[in-house]
């Protein structure tokens, strides 16, 4: 059942840096990804039905992170659907960051249920993107760590148990899920990754599109 959005609705968007997409620098708050497109498109299909739109992404966050500000940051906004995208920092932590480590996927759970806990007690809609991650070629430079074969092999293995995880809490909480992982795998099998993603983390201009659409479609 999708979710009805009603005229004078709170959605928030928040997660990582795919969420973010620069919002600080936007003159709305939204970034330049697909909470824009959403925004965008929604206010084309549907003007009778005005829906303040917020953007609460920070590039780099993990679980953790979110859990740190998540009263400040989404609970004291009120919203009445909050969707999220998180999870890709918390499989490449250990890569990226000399200080990081390996998340396990029970840690991972247990903070992403955290998250949900009190928005589900609040009667707030939920829509739980996975996270994800494309095949792109070659080696990406991702600031001082250089992501090749091997690196994404390892980034895969440990995403998958944490993409499931994603799944089963969308499923306990009645949320919506947007299997973004599978959808990517499905387009980048006629097109290519890269023209999804170019570093097969961070959507390209048509990624954001193909998110914000896919995103339209469990809400009515």
């Not at 609460?56 to 995208?85: C, F, M, N, Y």
């Amino acid at each position: 059942m999708t979710i009805t959005i009603r005229p004078g609705s709170t959605v928030m968007f928040t997660g990582d840096s795919i969420t973010d997409c620069q919002r600080l620098a936007s003159e709305d708050g939204l970034g330049f990804g697909y909470p824009l497109r959403v925004a965008g498109e929604w206010g084309l299909r549907s003007p009778d039905r005005p829906v303040t739109w917020l953007n609460t992404g920070i590039a780099g966050h993990k679980v953790s992170d979110l859990e740190a500000r998540w009263q400040t940051d989404v609970l004291d906004a009120g919203p009445d659907v909050v969707s999220i995208l998180v999870g890709v920092n918390d499989m490449g932590w250990h890569t990226l960051d000399p200080e990081g480590r390996v998340i396990p996927v029970e840690e991972f759970t247990a903070g992403y249920d955290r998250l949900l806990a009190p928005l589900a007690e609040a009667g707030t809609d939920l829509i739980l993107i996975e996270p994800f991650l494309l095949p792109v070629h070659g080696v990406v430079e991702a600031g001082a760590a250089r992501i090749g074969v091997a690196e994404r092999k390892e980034w895969r293995a440990d995403l998958d148990p944490k993409i499931q995880a994603v799944r089963e809490l969308a499923d306990t909480y009645g949320a919506q899920l947007l299997p973004a992982d599978g959808m990517f795998a499905g387009l980048a099998a006629t097109t290519g990754p890269e023209h999804w993603s170019e570093d097969g983390v961070h959507p390209t201009p048509a990624g954001h599109a193909a998110l914000a659409a896919a995103w339209l479609n469990l809400v009515a």
